[in-house]
């Protein structure tokens, strides 16, 4: 079920050809990385291409930390625990939230992008978001493989994010 197309592995060779080397930044760095349980065939995604994104600019396995959360909404929490404990030099938030037909999941991306934002302020640690809310998703094969697919190109769009705000903060700090 979490197969990628042809046409995905060639989009991530695509953005990996033109990817800054972050090699040192990568060498150097530990991620956690945060997934919410609900929607994993589609959240793996992500996280699967951010861990391969990471990994092939020269991040260790060893060094990326990865934590389950219930749901989407329980991911600032962990990310505050996370950036608190100075184990991390980023953080990254996976998850799908959907639309079930009512307003909640407008309430729950709000609190989950707002929260992510404050712990990155409160901890000045880079605090990352894969987390996406699609206008309409509904599990039937075609939309299904659209998000699986545009999850592995956010998973790699996030790693590159997370390696360049990490050097950039590591530019500022050594003046």
Known sequence: MNQTSTAVVSSISS??????????VARNSRVAVICASWHTDVVHQARDALVGELTQQGMPATQIAHFDVPGAFEIPLMAKRLALSGRFDAIIGCALVVNGGIYRHEFVSSAVIDGLMRVQLDTDVPVLSAVLTPRDFHEHADHLEFFRSHFVKKGVEVAQSCLGAIAQLQRVEAG
């Open 15 to 24: 953005a990996v050809a033109t990817a800054p080397a972050w090699g040192g």
